[in-house]
């Protein structure tokens, strides 16, 4: 099984704990697809145009484009609640 091991960048040891990976999605085709904007410069027209591939390689679903309110913390409960309701597949990333 793929698993992640977290590292601490403020140097404090976060443990042994491993987390599995989600299951990887095959196909992309008919998928709801959200795009998670880290709030960083060029994040937005990166993640549209990724987006704008990948619709017309395979034919994505509903695309949904979020955006986190700060690049350097997590996104807030409610954007999180929203990935969920509307998310098959994230795709999010950096910008500068």
Do not use: C, W, Y
Not at 4 to 20: E, S
Not at 50 to 70: F, N, Q, Y
């Amino acid at each position: 099984m793929n698993t992640v091991r977290l590292v601490d960048p403020t140097g404090a040891h976060p443990g042994d704990q491993r987390f599995p990976l989600a299951p990887r999605t095959r196909d992309l085709r008919g998928k709801r697809v959200v795009l998670l904007d880290n709030s960083k410069a060029n994040s937005e027209p990166i993640l549209r145009a990724i987006a704008r591939i990948l619709d017309a390689e395979v034919g994505l679903g509903e695309v949904v484009h979020l955006r986190k309110h700060s690049a350097s913390l997590p996104p807030r409960p409610e954007v999180l609640a929203e990935v969920r309701r509307h998310a098959d597949v994230v795709i999010t990333g950096v910008g500068d």
